[in-house]
C-alpha cells in the first residue's frame, strides 16, 4: 500500500505547523492585555468617580447626606469597576478558547482526510469483494452439484444393497422351509422308531420268558425268537441308513447356506468400505465449504447466513445419508445371522435325532442282554458307541492308546473290544479337523447322553424322567413334557463339562465257561456290531494345529479382514511393549491399534459360533510361539504376519 499523502512533509505541513502553534500558545497565554487593560480601566473609573465628589465640595459635601447613601453611591460606583474586570477576564477567555477552537478544526481536518482518503479505497475494496463474492457462490453451486451426485450414487448404492437383502431373505425363507419339510419327514421318522423301539421292548421280556422255557424243553424255540428278532433289527438297520443319507443331504444344503453367507459378508464390507470413502469425500466437500464461509466472512452478515445454511443442509444431507445406509447394513446382518441360526438349528435337531436312535439301541442292547441265550451271549461284544471327539471349545487333550479290560476271575483271559465311553481313564484319539459347522453340536451332544447311559446301572435311558441337557449331570430331574416324548437336546457354552463315568463292570465282557457258546470270536458279527457300526463315518478326529490355524486365518480373510496389513510396524512395537507389562495391556494395545480391524474381528466371531470354537482352539495353540515371535520381530520394519495379526486379535476379542 503506497504512503498516504499526510504523510509527506511539504511547505504548507510547515505553514499549518506554524499557525497550530501559534494557536496553541495563544490559546495557553494569549489575551493576558485584555485584564491588565479591565484594571486600568476600573481603577481610572474609580480616580474619576473620586475627582468628582472632590470637586463638589470634598468631606464636607459628604458629611451632608445619610451614610447609606453614601453606602449605596460606593457601591454603585463599584459595581461597574468590577464589570470591567470581568469583562477583561471574559475577553481573555474568549480570545483563548478561539484559538483553541481553531486549532481544533485544524487538527479535525487533518484527521478527516486519512479517513476522506480511505472511504475511496473502501469503494475500492467493496467492488473486490463483490467480485470474490461471485467467484465463491459458483464454486458453492459447483459443490453442491457435486453432492447431489454422490447423493445420487449413494442412493443407487443402497438400492443395491437393499436388492440383495431381499434376496437373501427370500433364500433364507425358502430354505427355512425345505428345513421345516424335513423336520417334519424326521418327526415322522421318528415317531415310527419310536413305535418300533417300543414294541421291541414290550415283546423283549416276553420273548425272554419264551427263551428261558424253551431253553429248558427244546433249542427250536429259541431259533424262532432269534429269526424274529433278527427281522425287527434288519428293519431297524434299514430306518438308519434312510436317516443317514437324509442328514448328508441337510448337511449340503447347510454347507451351500454357509458359502453363500460368507460371500453375503464379504459384499457387505466392501460395501461399507465404498460407505466411508462416500463419507469422507462429503467430509471433504464440507471442509472446503467451511473454508469458503470462512474466506466470505467478512463481506457481511448475509453472505455469512447463506453460507452456514448451505453447509448445514450439506452436513444434515450427509448425516441421512450415512444413517440410511448402516441401517440397510445393519437389517442385513440381522438377516445373515437369522440364517446361521437357522441353519445350525436344522443341522442339530437333524444330528440329536440321530443321536438318540442309536442311545435308544443301545438301551434296547442293555436291556435284552440279560435274556440273550447262552451261545449268542458268550460271541456278543458290549455296544461300541461313535468314538467321541473333544470339542474346539474344550481343552485338549493327549491322545493314550486303548486299554485292554481285566479279565474276570473265571480263570479265561478274553480281551474285550476297547470302549471310549465306558471306561473313564480313556482319552478319545487325536486326529485331522472336521469339516461340518455343525460337527461341535453334535459332539457336545454324543459327550452329554453317553455320559447319561453309562452313568446309570439299573435305569434305562428311556425312563429317564427328564430331557438331557449339555453341561450338566446326566441324573439333574426334569419334566418331560407329553407332547415331546424324544429327549431334547440344548447346548450349553458356560457349564463346565460332565465328569467322565466311572468303570464298571458291564465295560467289559466276560468270557464264556460253559459249553453252552454257539458261536466264537471268528463267528459272524453279532446284531450289536450292526447298529455301531451306523455311526462310525459320523465321527472325524480332531483337527491339528496347523490346520486349525490355516482354516482360522483363511476364514478371516475370506471375511475381507486384511490381516497382513491389520498391525503396522509401529503398532506391532507398541503392542510388545505392552506385553512386557502384563495381558491385559497387551489386549489394550492390540484393541487401539487394530482399530476397525478388531472391530471386523469381533463381528465375525459373534456371527460364526464355529469360528469361535476354532479361535479358542487357535488362541491356545500359538499362545507361546506367538508371543515369542512378537518379542523377536518387534523391531523389523516388516508388518505383522497373518498368523501372528490373527492370534493378536483374536486374543483380544476372546
Same mark, same amino acid.
Given at each position: 500500500?503506497? %504512503?498516504?499523502?499526510?504523510?509527506r512533509r511539504s511547505g504548507r505541513d510547515d505553514l499549518v505547523r506554524h499557525e497550530a502553534s501559534q494557536n496553541y500558545e495563544a490559546a495557553q497565554y494569549g489575551g493576558g492585555w485584555m485584564v ?25 459635601? !459628604?458629611?451632608? $447626606? ?8 460606593? +457601591? ?12 477583561? $477576564? ?91 419339510? %424335513? ?26 420268558? !419264551? ?56 459384499? +457387505? ?19 472446503? #465449504? ?18 452456514? #445454511? ?10 441421512? +445419508? ?36 442309536? =442311545? ?22 458290549? !455296544? ?34 476297547? #470302549? ?26 454324543? %459327550? ?21 441337557? /449339555? ?36 465295560? $467289559? ?21 450292526? +447298529? ?33 496389513d491389520a498391525l503396522k510396524p509401529k503398532a506391532k512395537r507398541r503392542i510388545a511393549e505392552a506385553a512386557q507389562r502384563g495381558e491385559k495391556d497387551r489386549h489394550a494395545a492390540t484393541i487401539e ?55 493378536? =486379535? /483374536?486374543?483380544?476379542?476372546?
Open positions: 500500500m503506497t %504512503e498516504a499523502p499526510s504523510a491588565s487593560l479591565a484594571y486600568v480601566s476600573a481603577f481610572l473609573w474609580l480616580a474619576g468617580l473620586a475627582a468628582a465628589l472632590i470637586g463638589l465640595g470634598g468631606i464636607a459635601f !459628604l458629611s451632608q $447626606y445619610h451614610p447609606a447613601l453614601l453606602v449605596a453611591v460606593g +457601591i454603585a460606583a463599584l459595581i461597574p469597576a468590577l464589570l470591567m474586570v470581568a469583562a477583561g $477576564y471574559m475577553a481573555r477567555a474568549s480570545r483563548r478558547s478561539a484559538a483553541a477552537n481553531a486549532l481544533v478544526l485544524e487538527a479535525a481536518a487533518r484527521l478527516m482526510a486519512p479517513a476522506r482518503e480511505a472511504g475511496h479505497e473502501g469503494i475500492t475494496f467493496a467492488e473486490q469483494m463483490k467480485q470474490s463474492a461471485s467467484e465463491i457462490d459458483h464454486a458453492m453451486a459447483h459443490a453442491l452439484s457435486a453432492m447431489k451426485a454422490m447423493a445420487g450414487e449413494i442412493g443407487d448404492e443402497r438400492l443395491r444393497l437393499e436388492s440383495v437383502s431381499y434376496a437373501a431373505a427370500d433364500n433364507a425363507r425358502d430354505l427355512a422351509d425345505r428345513l421345516g419339510e %424335513e423336520r417334519h419327514a424326521l418327526e415322522t421318522l421318528a415317531r415310527d422308531l419310536r413305535a418300533q423301539v417300543t414294541a421291541m421292548s414290550d415283546a423283549i421280556p416276553r420273548q425272554a420268558q !419264551l427263551m428261558i422255557t424253551a431253553a429248558r424243553t427244546a433249542s427250536d424255540e429259541v431259533g424262532r425268537a432269534d429269526a424274529a428278532l433278527e427281522q425287527r433289527l434288519i428293519a431297524m438297520h434299514e430306518t438308519g441308513e434312510e436317516l443317514s443319507r437324509r442328514m448328508e443331504s441337510l448337511d449340503d444344503l447347510a454347507r451351500d447356506a454357509s458359502g453363500r453367507t460368507e460371500a453375503l459378508t464379504f459384499s +457387505i464390507s466392501r460395501v461399507e468400505d465404498k460407505l466411508e470413502h462416500s463419507r469422507r469425500t462429503v467430509d471433504a466437500a464440507v471442509r472446503a #465449504s467451511e473454508v469458503a464461509a470462512a474466506a466470505a466472512a467478512t463481506t457481511g452478515d448475509a453472505l455469512k447466513n447463506a453460507v452456514a #445454511s448451505a453447509i448445514d443442509g450439506a452436513r444434515h444431507a450427509n448425516a441421512e +445419508i450415512n444413517a440410511s445406509t448402516r441401517a440397510a447394513a445393519e437389517e442385513a446382518n440381522r438377516a445373515l445371522s437369522k440364517l446361521r441360526e437357522t441353519g445350525e438349528q436344522a443341522a442339530y435337531a437333524l444330528r440329536a435325532a440321530g443321536l438318540a436312535a442309536r =442311545l435308544e439301541s443301545e438301551a434296547l442292547d442293555r436291556l435284552a442282554g440279560p435274556y440273550m441265550p447262552a451261545g449268542s451271549a458268550a460271541a456278543s461284544a458290549p !455296544l461300541t458307541p461313535p468314538a467321541a471327539r473333544t470339542p474346539i471349545s474344550a481343552p485338549q487333550q493327549p491322545a493314550q492308546p486303548f486299554q485292554q479290560s481285566q479279565p474276570f476271575q473265571t480263570g479265561h483271559s478274553h480281551s474285550a473290544r476297547p #470302549s471310549a465311553y465306558g471306561n473313564g481313564a480313556m482319552n478319545p484319539p487325536a486326529g485331522t479337523s472336521r469339516q461340518s459347522m455343525d460337527d461341535d453340536l453334535f459332539e457336545a451332544s454324543a %459327550e452329554a447322553l453317553v455320559a447319561a447311559a453309562r452313568s446309570s446301572d439299573d435305569h434305562d435311558i428311556l425312563e429317564q424322567e427328564g430331557p438331557v441337557v /449339555l453341561g450338566r449331570g446326566p441324573s439333574a430331574p426334569a419334566s418331560r413334557e407329553p407332547d415331546h416324548p424324544a429327549p431334547s437336546l440344548r447346548r450349553r457354552h458356560d457349564d463346565t463339562p460332565p465328569e467322565p463315568p466311572r468303570r464298571r463292570a458291564s465295560d $467289559y465282557v466276560p468270557s464264556s465257561s460253559n459249553g453252552h457258546n454257539g458261536h466264537n470270536g471268528s463267528g459272524p458279527a453279532p446284531w450289536r456290531e450292526i +447298529i455301531s457300526d451306523i455311526s462310525k463315518d459320523q465321527a472325524p478326529p480332531q483337527a491339528d494345529r496347523e490346520t486349525i490355524a490355516e482354516a482360522v486365518v483363511e476364514r478371516l480373510q475370506n471375511s475381507g479382514i486384511p490381516l497382513s491399534q487394530g482399530g476397525k480391524q478388531f472391530d471386523r474381528v469381533v463381528q465375525r466371531l459373534r456371527g460364526d459360533p464355529r469360528l469361535m470354537d476354532m479361535a479358542k482352539q487357535f488362541v491356545r495353540f500359538e499362545r507361546a510361539d506367538a508371543l515369542a515371535a512378537l518379542e523377536q520381530t518387534q523391531s523389523t520394519s516388516r508388518n505383522a504376519s497373518p498368523r501372528l495379526a490373527a492370534f493378536l =486379535l /483374536l486374543d483380544a476379542a476372546l
